[in-house]
T-cell receptor, first 115, second 114 residues
Framework: GESVGLHLPTLSVQEGDNSIINCAYS??????FIWYKQESGKGPQFIID?????DKRQGQRVTVLLNKTVKHLSLQIAATQPGDSAVYFC??????????????FGKGTLLTVNP | ETGVTQSPTHLIKTRGQQVTLRCSSQ?????VSWYQQALGQGPQFIFQ???????GRGNFPPRFSGLQFPNYSSELNVNALELDDSALYLC?????????????FGNGTRLTVT
């Protein structure tokens, strides 16, 4: 069935290292993808997004890569800091024409940054 | 700029009861969506409201209903609560004009059904 999933449920890195969180999606019609960070007791916080007409987008310390050929999305965090420790979700939008903006989330990856 | 605010933050109800959760959207946002997040899972889409009407619904039964008000705030109502309704309920807002713009989430209401 249609789904957005993550390859790794947990990821542990050392402070200062780069982190890569991966995500697979199955709906080739999805045209918009978002990465969210969720800390304990809080709602998902927007990190970065990318549209399907792009294959790379950079933000502050973060880069999202989109490979539509293999339906794969990744989030790269440079110089990971303890404050980056959280659960990271990828989400895809399966809406069309703006009439039904519905995000489908994966299960999430727990990122732990060791000092 | 005021973010998405939800109330209450925590709630305990008994099976069979009804509950109403409230959400104020982010300033300038006219579309509100509700998501259910079970423990250890990603959020699941319940429904979306635009211009005070339901505009898209996920795989949730009719006992999940909602309202959107002229000031774009919203309510989620759940009737005949079941134990499996225990979850974090998230409200998110967005600007309709910014289709394919990110949803901004509140911190949710933690509902426990006993």
């Amino acid at each position: 069935g249609e789904s957005v999933g993550l390859h790794l449920p947990t990821l542990s890195v050392q402070e200062g290292d780069n982190s890569i969180i991966n995500c697979a999606y199955s709906n080739s019609a999805s045209d918009y993808f978002i990465w969210y960070k969720q800390e304990s007791g809080k709602g998902p916080q927007f990190i970065i997004d990318i549209r399907s007409n792009m294959d790379k987008r950079q933000g502050q310390r973060v880069t999202v890569l989109l490979n539509k050929t293999v339906k794969h999305l990744s989030l790269q965090i440079a110089a990971t800091q303890p404050g980056d420790s959280a659960v990271y979700f990828c989400a895809e939008n399966r809406g069309s024409g703006g009439s039904n903006y519905k995000l489908t989330f994966g299960k999430g990856t727990l990122l732990t940054v060791n000092p | 700029e005021t973010g998405v605010t939800q109330s209450p933050t925590h709630l305990i109800k008994t099976r069979g009861q009804q509950v109403t959760l409230r959400c104020s959207s982010q300033s300038g946002h006219n579309t509100v969506s509700w998501y259910q997040q079970a423990l250890g899972q990603g959020p699941q889409f319940i429904f979306q409201y635009y211009r005070e009407e339901e505009n898209g619904r996920g795989n949730f039964p009719p006992r999940f209903s909602g309202l959107q008000f002229p000031n774009y705030s919203s309510e989620l109502n759940v009737n005949a609560l079941e134990l499996d309704d225990s979850a974090l309920y998230l409200c998110a807002s967005s600007s309709r004009q910014g289709y394919n713009s990110p949803l901004h989430f509140g911190n949710g209401t933690r509902l426990t059904v006993t």
